[in-house]
Nanobody
Framework: QVQLVESGGGLVQPGGSLRLSCAAS????????MRWYRQPPGKERELVAT???????DYRDSVKGRFTISRDNAKNTVYLQMNNLKPEDTAVYYC??????????????WGQGTQVTVSS
């Protein structure tokens, strides 16, 4: 069984920083890609950032230059460093991973979600 566990959310003032982590565990052969999504209050879930196993990254326009996605393949962990946070970044953040298991199956895994609130 595969599990994704997130950590690192919280309350921060505008202009502050937070770092989210998401660790995958279980019968994992490979993960590609890993992504962060977020769901602002009253809105649809939206894609924030993507990173491939080779390290290629992509970001939504509103977070470019402020957020950095990275991963540690040895630990099956993805990170999201968020700097210069704005009130509009307030949302529940979810990690997502496309996982291939040792049994040859594929699993679309989601973390449990972590709240990020940007407010003075």
């Amino acid at each position: 069984q595969v599990q994704l566990v997130e950590s690192g959310g919280g309350l921060v003032q505008p202009g502050g920083s937070l770092r989210l982590s998401c660790a995958a565990s279980g019968s994992i052969f490979s993960i590609n890609p890993m992504r962060w999504y977020r769901q602002p209050p009253g809105k649809e879930r939206e894609l924030v950032a993507t990173i491939t196993s080779g390290g290629s990254t992509d970001y939504r326009d509103s977070v470019k230059g402020r957020f950095t996605i990275s991963r540690d393949n040895a630990k099956n962990t993805v990170y999201l460093q968020m700097n210069n946070l704005k009130p509009e970044d307030t949302a529940v953040y979810y990690c997502n991973a496309q996982i291939r298991t040792y049994s040859g199956g594929y699993y679309n895994g989601w973390g449990q979600g972590t709240q990020v609130t940007v407010s003075s």
